[in-house]
T-cell receptor, first 115, second 110 residues
Framework: NAGVMQNPRHLVRRRGQEARLRCSPM?????VYWYRQLPEEGLKFMVYLQKENIIDESGMPKERFSAEFPKEGPSILRIQQVVRGDSAAYFC?????????????FGQGTRLTVV | QKEVEQNSGPLSVPEGAIASLNCTYSDRGSQSFFWYRQYSGKSPELIMF????GDKEDGRFTAQLNKASQYVSLLIRDSQPSDSATYLCAVVDSSYKLIFGSGTRLLVRP
């Protein structure tokens, strides 16, 4: 019974490169959240996706960041032309559905370092 | 105003004491409330959830919800040094987003 799987666990990119972070939800879960966490800070909401739909992307920066959750395959958070300020831990969480009484479970996170 | 507010702490309690962690939220339409524990360098781990006003107990943990006051709390009885972590309050708001507070750091002194 695999949990939420994120890869890679650690990612180093040079300024200007692209970063792709993957999240495979738990079996039976069709909803994915992405969060960013800076050291000693809380989880900042970025985007909420259902398969093939972006439900809420109000936390995503307007430029360089995009997310998708295709019908097949993992959810992808894509950061183009990375800058040093993008260095953070990125967590995804999955839940079974949109109902109020469903809990979300987290993956191990991807630590992005921009050099 | 932040959507979910927590005191950042640290909250320091002696081993065996009760730790009380508090959280307020701004969206009256919020329906679901969660407490996560996060150890340094690790991912958040769900420890409690509550949907109805009142208390919910699970082992040493009790979650309390007061929707009229927009307040949710977590009590940890018989605190252990292994409980030392950051505790994150999370709320599913009226637009179904799962929003987190900035967390309260708990330190249990042996």
């Amino acid at each position: 019974n695999a949990g939420v799987m994120q890869n890679p666990r650690h990612l180093v990119r040079r300024r200007g490169q692209e970063a792709r972070l993957r999240c495979s939800p738990m079996k039976g879960h069709s909803h994915v959240y992405w969060y960013r966490q800076l050291p000693e800070e809380g989880l900042k909401f970025m985007v909420y996706l259902q398969k093939e739909n972006i439900i809420d992307e109000s936390g995503m920066p307007k430029e360089r960041f995009s997310a998708e959750f295709p019908k097949e395959g993992p959810s992808i958070l894509r950061i183009q032309q990375v800058v040093r300020g993008d260095s953070a831990a990125y967590f995804c969480a999955s839940s079974p559905g949109v109902y109020y009484d469903t809990e979300a479970f987290f993956g191990q996170g991807t630590r992005l370092t921009v050099v | 105003q932040k959507e979910v507010e927590q005191n950042s702490g640290p909250l320091s309690v002696p081993e065996g004491a009760i730790a009380s962690l508090n959280c307020t939220y701004s969206d009256r339409g919020s329906q679901s409330f969660f407490w996560y524990r996060q150890y340094s360098g690790k991912s958040p781990e769900l420890i409690m959830f509550i949907y109805s006003n009142g208390d919910k107990e699970d082992g040493r943990f009790t979650a309390q919800l007061n929707k009229a006051s927009q307040y949710v709390s977590l009590l940890i009885r018989d605190s252990q040094p292994s409980d030392s972590a950051t505790y994150l309050c999370a709320v599913v708001d009226s637009s179904y987003k799962l929003i987190f507070g900035s967390g309260t750091r708990l330190l249990v002194r042996p």
